[in-house]
């Protein structure tokens, strides 16, 4: 029987920032070890970013409700929730949507890089925890050797737009005369170097702050800004007209309190852009008079705007990826065949082995040329007669036809589980 590819997702296409932040799992190693305890699923990884939440899972039997359930458990969240928002796709449309992730095709900012790093690192991690294995590690192999092909031959993320030069023009766009207002970064991260590479090649000013001040200069003297005090920024937000915060906090750093203290002083206003996922400012910030608060959402508004430059190289990306997912459905499916070729192999080799001893034994041949000569013909022989039902074998299971590989099982006497 063949083995399922299941991928259930909450992406900022069905979802708006803050209900998206509620599906972040907290603790991955926890999340893999209840997946695959409690939802049926022999195999996992899950990709987090700022845009998606997603697991990819695979399962002789799986249950989605399980999955609900599990993942529910681990943010605390009620199943209503997930009917709203939850997608679910198995096999083929999982792998075109996995090709779709790591070609840049499903980011917000379409080609844009840093995902195909998201996904390596969530690979790689799965890996390491043994969350993955065979399936999961040939499939996410494959899929990002193929997302970086195409985007290397179809130049999809060429042209500058980024999530940091959106938030820039989101900026240009709500302010006046943005060049004389105090701009703050806070964040030295990925995030924080598009912001930073988009105000430079502006030609705006800005401060940037991290927790440590060193990794602040550090990030200046190669990105631009001037560093400042992390400490000296968290009491005296008064002093910058527009924040853009790009951290991983898990919690607010700018808050409520912080901000409406800063607005006693600051008459003209402050603009604050939040590009984290979960979100690092209060939302309730925006209830301050003067205080204007954008966040992700606005940026994929924004990001829509733009794309327009990119929006032809989509179409070619698709048609590539439709085709692609073929060839990595068909090998995907060859997996399931795979254990039953190689223990059938097997098998014979070792009956190949003992019946050649037996053989040399009765004609004590010593002659080392002669001996070889046997032995390659035992090899050949068994080849020849092997190799085509075996080829066919696998052709059948790429065709997506599990019962060849059960009567195959059955004709051959192998007893192992053929689907593991
Ligand atoms: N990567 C993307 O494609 C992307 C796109 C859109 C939005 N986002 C969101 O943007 C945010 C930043 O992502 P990133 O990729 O730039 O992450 P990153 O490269 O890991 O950088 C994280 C930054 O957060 C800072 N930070 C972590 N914990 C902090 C704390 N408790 N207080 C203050 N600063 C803290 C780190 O500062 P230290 O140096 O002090 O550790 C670092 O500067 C995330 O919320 C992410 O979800 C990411």
Not at 59 to 74: H, M, R
Not at 109 to 134: H, P
Not at 144 to 162: H, K, P, V, W
Not at 325 to 348: H, N, T, W
Request: charged share 30%; hydrophobic share 40%; glycine share 6%.
């Amino acid at each position: 029987m063949k083995q399922n590819i299941i991928n259930a997702r909450v992406t900022f296409r069905s979802s708006p920032i803050h209900v998206l932040e509620r599906f972040t799992i907290k603790d991955l190693e926890v999340a893999y070890e209840r997946f695959k305890r409690h939802s049926g699923l022999d195999e996992c990884v899950i990709i987090q970013t700022c845009n998606r939440i997603e697991l990819f899972g695979k399962s002789k039997y799986q249950d989605i409700e399980k999955i609900k359930k599990t993942w529910a458990s681990l943010t605390g969240l009620d199943e209503e929730t997930f009917k709203e928002n939850l997608e679910i796709v198995e096999n083929h449309e999982a792998f075109h949507h996995l090709l779709k992730l790591t070609s840049g095709l499903d980011s917000m900012v379409v080609g844009e890089e840093q995902i195909l790093g998201q996904i390596k690192n969530s690979i790689t991690a799965a890996r390491n925890i043994k969350a993955s294995g065979k399936h999961l590690n040939t499939l996410f192999d494959k899929a990002i050797r193929i997302g970086t092909r195409i985007r290397n031959t179809s130049g999809i993320g060429r042209g500058g737009i980024s999530v940091g030069s959106m938030a820039v023009k989101l900026a240009e766009e709500n302010i006046d005369e943005l060049k004389f207002k105090r701009i703050l970064l806070i964040g030295t991260g990925e995030v924080s170097t598009l912001v930073a590479k988009s105000l430079q090649r502006r030609g705006y000013d800005f401060a940037v702050t991290s927790r440590t001040l060193d990794r602040s200069k550090m990030f200046c003297e190669t990105m631009g800004g001037s560093p400042i005090k992390f400490e000296e920024v968290l009491s005296g937000f008064e002093n910058y007209d527009i924040l853009f915060v790009a951290t991983t906090a898990p919690y607010f750093l700018v808050t409520y309190e912080r901000i409406t203290n800063a607005m006693k002083e600051n008459k003209k206003g402050m603009m604050i852009l939040d590009l984290s996922n979960p979100r690092t400012v209060d939302e309730k910030v925006a209830t301050i008079g003067g205080v204007k608060l954008m966040n992700l959402d606005q940026i994929a508004e924004m990001v829509e705007k733009n794309m327009n430059a990119r929006l032809n190289k989509v179409k070619t990306v698709e048609n590539i990826i439709n085709e692609e997912v073929l060839v990595l459905e068909a090998s995907m499916k060859r997996l399931d065949a795979e254990p039953l070729v190689k223990g059938v192999f097997k098998d014979i080799d070792s009956l190949r082995v003992k019946e050649l001893q037996k053989a040399l034994q009765m004609l004590d041949e010593k002659d080392e040329k002669k001996i070889k000569i046997i032995e390659e013909l035992t090899k050949a022989v068994v080849e020849s007669i092997v190799s085509t039902p075996m080829n066919n074998i696998r052709k059948a299971s790429e065709q997506g036809d599990p019962d060849v590989i059960e009567m195959a099982s059955k004709l051959f006497d192998y007893k192992k589980n053929t689907l593991d």
